[in-house]
């Protein structure tokens, strides 16, 4: 088949007489069979974006951005600006994963003064969740300031994951530093009193944490 001195060979292949590269409208399909700009720029097909040099399912390069939605070289998906992705009626293939964190935040209230070893909180995890590094995202605070130094400690069973104080003087406390920790269905976990004041109680807290999983 002809089209304007191009030729569509049996096996499909769009090629001019010649050999040389075919040109649509400024869009480039070279020999290879490589979609390119003549400029070298990015090709737009009805608000896709291929990028120079790379091809949709590319694992490297320049990202690919549909309706907005950007794929960059490392497979993650994101919006081009950074906000959240909405997905309505896109089917992930079985290959692929969209991991998505929902938040899993878990609090409490001593409301009286704790003695050494207190057990202010203590359960048994039904599914997996994660505290974030450091704590990011958690507070604690008490109805008064404290009298003396009081320090609550987080364990995962036996293990300790970390801890918070308040210092003397303040309502408000420091989260120390700790790893990121996931915490596994039957995992029990205890928030226990280790330092006390004893004039202390309303004490809330409330640890950030979420629960992290793939969707396919």
């Excluded at 505290?131 to 008490?142: K, M, T, V, W, Y």
């Amino acid at each position: 088949m002809f089209i304007d001195g191009m030729i569509l060979t049996d096996s499909g292949v769009i090629k001019t007489q010649n050999n040389l590269p075919v040109i649509l409208d400024g869009v480039r399909l070279s020999d290879g069979s490589t979609i390119a700009n003549i400029s070298g720029g990015s090709v737009r097909i009805d608000g896709i974006e291929l990028t120079a040099g790379t091809t949709l399912a590319s694992s490297g390069g320049g990202a690919v951005k549909i309706d907005g939605i950007e794929l960059p070289a490392t497979k993650t998906l994101a919006m081009a600006d950074a906000s959240p992705v909405l997905i309505d009626g896109i089917k992930v293939p079985e290959s692929k994963s969209i991991q998505i964190n929902i938040p899993y935040d878990i609090g409490s209230t001593m409301l009286s003064a704790a003695t050494v070893d207190t057990i202010v909180t203590r359960f048994v995890a039904v599914r997996s969740f994660v505290i974030p590094a450091n704590f990011a995202g958690s507070r604690a605070n008490a109805s008064k300031v404290a009298a003396s130094v009081a320090t609550f400690v987080l364990k995962r069973n036996e293990s300790t994951v970390g801890s918070f104080s308040f210092a003397v003087g303040s309502a408000v406390a420091v989260f120390g530093s700790c790893a990121a920790t996931t915490f596994s269905a039957g995992d029990t976990v205890t928030l226990t009193a280790t330092v006390v004041d004893s004039t202390m109680d309303n004490m809330n807290y409330t640890l950030a944490g979420s629960i992290v999983d793939s969707v396919q």
